[in-house]
């Protein structure tokens, strides 16, 4: 309540990372596709909000966000290949800004035994992320259009699968332009930084002052809570716990890091809902068309 319309200047921020997003994305495919800004705009939006508010873990945004890209005109293949990469780029740059928190809290001396936990945390997901870079260049993809094709044989509703082929050879032509994966990793790294900003600008609305350094503290080991718990959704209950003790560490009370994420969670609605039903009615007007067509 204390926040008032200043709920409104948060949904205006959060635009910023949600461009950089986009913006690397786009920079990932521009060899193979010219795309506009505002497909993949429009695509992150969406794709962002299925993952936050629908029960789906984090495969269901990116599927649907590979999918608005293919209504835009993109190969399915290349567009699936994109939110791979896309999302490994992520993830990587998601760890540099964890270990940029992690230097921040290990400057507070009397949270030591927090700072092993986190560490150790960021340690495994380094270790994850490393992992699934190496399948992808060892042919992961490519093992499973085998299993998509045999499965596509059997004709009926699964025919429509075999439209992957090419999926391995896509993920491998993406990784080819190192400049690139270093401008789409570079917008990601930005993205991560504003969402910074947006909480130092949430708490400064609701009457708490602190350094941009403690709000990068907060986001980043608040951002890697949240993706270690990506299985559950919307992370319930995951990112109310882990503001609260975040909080704690630089001085605020156990409620305030509470608030801090239910006023995210109230923006994420605000901006999501319009997604999902801008969604909705891309869907609706494909249908409608190819039922004409048919």
């Given at each position: 309540m204390a926040v008032g319309w200043g709920i409104l200047a948060l949904m205006a921020f959060h635009l910023l990372p949600m461009l950089c997003s986009a913006l690397a994305w786009q920079r990932l495919v521009k060899s193979h596709w010219h795309g506009s800004l505002w497909a993949f705009l429009r695509a992150r939006w969406i794709r962002e909000?299925?993952?936050?508010?629908?029960?789906?873990?984090?495969?269901?945004?990116?599927?649907?966000g590979a999918r608005m890209l293919t209504l835009d005109g993109?190969?399915?293949?290349?567009?699936?290949?994109?939110?791979?990469?896309?999302?490994?780029?992520?993830?990587?740059?998601?760890?540099?800004?964890?270990?940029?928190?992690?230097?921040?809290?290990?400057a507070q001396v009397h949270t030591q035994g927090l700072l092993v936990w986190v560490t150790l945390g960021a340690?495994?997901?380094?270790?994850?992320?490393?992992?699934?870079?190496?399948?992808?260049?060892?042919g992961l993809f490519a093992w499973l259009e085998s299993q998509l094709k045999s499965i596509t044989e059997k004709g009926g509703i699964w025919r429509s699968l075999g439209r992957l082929d090419g999926l391995h050879d896509s993920?491998?032509?993406?990784?080819?332009?190192?400049?690139?994966?270093?401008?789409?990793?570079?917008?990601?790294?930005?993205?991560?930084?504003?969402?910074?900003?947006?909480?130092?600008?949430?708490?400064?609305?609701?009457?708490h002052t602190v350094s941009v350094m403690d709000a990068l503290l907060l986001e980043s080991l608040g951002q890697a809570i949240r993706g270690a718990a990506f299985i559950i959704?919307?992370?319930?209950?995951?990112?109310?716990?882990?503001?609260?003790?975040?909080?704690?560490?630089?001085?605020?009370?156990?409620?305030?890091?509470?608030?801090?994420?239910?006023?995210?969670?109230?923006?994420?609605?605000?901006?999501?809902?319009?997604?999902?039903?801008?969604?909705?009615?891309?869907?609706?007007?494909?249908?409608?068309a190819q039922h004409r067509d048919s």
């Amino acid at each position: 309540m204390a926040v008032g319309w200043g709920i409104l200047a948060l949904m205006a921020f959060h635009l910023l990372p949600m461009l950089c997003s986009a913006l690397a994305w786009q920079r990932l495919v521009k060899s193979h596709w010219h795309g506009s800004l505002w497909a993949f705009l429009r695509a992150r939006w969406i794709r962002e909000h299925v993952a936050d508010l629908l029960p789906v873990a984090q495969v269901g945004g990116e599927v649907v966000g590979a999918r608005m890209l293919t209504l835009d005109g993109l190969d399915p293949a290349l567009a699936l290949a994109s939110v791979i990469v896309d999302l490994t780029l992520e993830t990587t740059t998601q760890i540099v800004f964890t270990l940029m928190g992690i230097g921040v809290l290990a400057a507070q001396v009397h949270t030591q035994g927090l700072l092993v936990w986190v560490t150790l945390g960021a340690g495994i997901g380094a270790a994850l992320v490393g992992a699934f870079f190496w399948v992808q260049r060892q042919g992961l993809f490519a093992w499973l259009e085998s299993q998509l094709k045999s499965i596509t044989e059997k004709g009926g509703i699964w025919r429509s699968l075999g439209r992957l082929d090419g999926l391995h050879d896509s993920i491998q032509s993406l990784y080819a332009y190192r400049g690139q994966l270093a401008t789409a990793s570079t917008f990601h790294l930005a993205c991560w930084l504003l969402d910074a900003g947006e909480t130092w600008l949430a708490l400064y609305f609701m009457g708490h002052t602190v350094s941009v350094m403690d709000a990068l503290l907060l986001e980043s080991l608040g951002q890697a809570i949240r993706g270690a718990a990506f299985i559950i959704p919307g992370q319930l209950g995951v990112q109310e716990g882990g503001y609260m003790v975040l909080g704690e560490a630089i001085g605020l009370a156990p409620g305030v890091g509470l608030t801090l994420s239910l006023l995210k969670r109230v923006r994420s609605l605000l901006i999501g809902l319009p997604a999902l039903a801008c969604w909705q009615f891309i869907e609706s007007k494909t249908l409608l068309a190819q039922h004409r067509d048919s």
